[in-house]
């Protein structure tokens, strides 16, 4: 499709957009909801890291006072804090995956 034609066909679909002819949400996607992880369950997703706090914190991104509390459970983790221990704890070699650390 040559940028002439792509330019067309968006002022197209927005002409039907807008005359109420195209359905934009042509895939419906749905969102899991932000986890609440507690104390014990952040240690256990660190400790199957094979991390210490510290380790874990630069991996957060926080500081080891915050991975403290977290565990303490005088704080929880949040947005996206929470968002990547979901995804840690569904893919362990994430951090290595995405070269976060090497081993």
Request: proline letters at 5%; aromatic letters at 6%; a positive charge.
């Amino acid at each position: 499709m040559s940028v002439y034609e792509g330019i067309m066909q968006g002022l197209t679909e927005a002409i039907e957009y807008e005359k109420g002819k195209l359905n934009v949400r042509k895939n419906k996607l749905t969102i899991e909801p932000v986890r609440v992880y507690h104390g014990a369950e952040i240690k256990n997703i660190r400790n199957s890291l094979g991390m210490t706090q510290t380790l874990f914190a630069d991996f957060m991104g926080v500081s080891p006072k915050t991975v403290e509390a977290w565990e303490g459970e005088k704080n929880v983790p949040n947005g996206p804090a929470s968002r990547i221990l979901s995804m840690v704890e569904k893919d362990k070699n994430l951090p290595e995956k995405f070269g976060i650390i090497c081993r």
